[in-house]
């Protein structure tokens, strides 16, 4: 009977042990798997602050896009401006600095997008004169907001 109590005892022994080592294994694996849940949670907020930065990219981008002037040379000293945008543009004003032509219309209620007007705009030797046209508008058709403006390099 000593036999039979000392082999259930080292056997009660074993199994123990073999518990033990099971619940470390387990307690090791949940570790794990927190771990992998923050890196996972950390890599979802990272992904959503790229995405949140491409997005306010985007948003800007087309904001730039809405009124988009340029100044094309279109001959001896003509030059067109033209709104390459997506939206028109209301209140147009453009300020040659002293290259245009005295009667020339220089602003406009609305500037559509695709319209493109003629300038006749000539570069002097004129040291104090400006080299470039500034052109102003608003993006509301009522001007109720900030006024835009970009400058243009000239002839």
Same mark, same amino acid.
Request: hydrophobic content about 40%; proline content about 3%.
């Given at each position: 009977?000593?036999?039979?109590?000392?082999?259930?005892?080292?056997?009660?022994?074993?199994?123990?042990? /073999?518990? &033990?080592?099971?619940?470390?294994? !387990?307690?090791?694996?949940?570790?794990?798997?927190?771990?992998?849940?923050?890196?996972?949670?950390? &890599?979802?907020?990272? =992904?959503?602050?790229?995405?949140?930065?491409?997005?306010?990219?985007? =948003? &800007?981008?087309?904001?730039?896009?809405? /009124?988009?002037?340029?100044?094309?040379?279109?001959?001896?000293?003509?030059?067109?401006?033209?709104?390459?945008?997506?939206?028109?543009?209301?209140?147009?004003?453009?300020?040659?600095?002293?290259?245009?032509? !005295?009667?020339?219309?220089?602003?406009?209620?609305?500037?559509?997008?695709?319209?493109? !007007?003629?300038?006749?705009?000539?570069?002097?030797?004129?040291?104090? !004169?400006?080299?470039?046209? /500034?052109?102003?508008?608003?993006?509301?058709?009522?001007?109720?907001?900030?006024?835009?403006?970009?400058? =243009? =390099?000239?002839?």
């Amino acid at each position: 009977m000593t036999v039979a109590a000392f082999v259930i005892s080292c056997l009660g022994f074993v199994v123990a042990c /073999v518990a &033990a080592w099971y619940g470390r294994g !387990q307690k090791r694996a949940a570790e794990n798997a927190a771990a992998e849940s923050k890196r996972s949670a950390d &890599a979802a907020v990272a =992904l959503a602050e790229v995405e949140a930065a491409r997005r306010a990219d985007e =948003l &800007a981008e087309s904001e730039r896009r809405r /009124v988009r002037f340029v100044l094309e040379p279109d001959g001896r000293d003509r030059y067109l401006l033209r709104n390459v945008g997506t939206d028109s543009a209301y209140g147009v004003h453009v300020n040659t600095g002293g290259m245009g032509v !005295q009667d020339e219309v220089t602003d406009f209620d609305e500037f559509e997008s695709d319209r493109e !007007q003629r300038f006749f705009l000539v570069s002097t030797y004129d040291p104090e !004169q400006e080299e470039h046209i /500034v052109v102003t508008w608003h993006y509301k058709e009522d001007r109720s907001d900030e006024p835009r403006s970009v400058k =243009l =390099l000239g002839p």
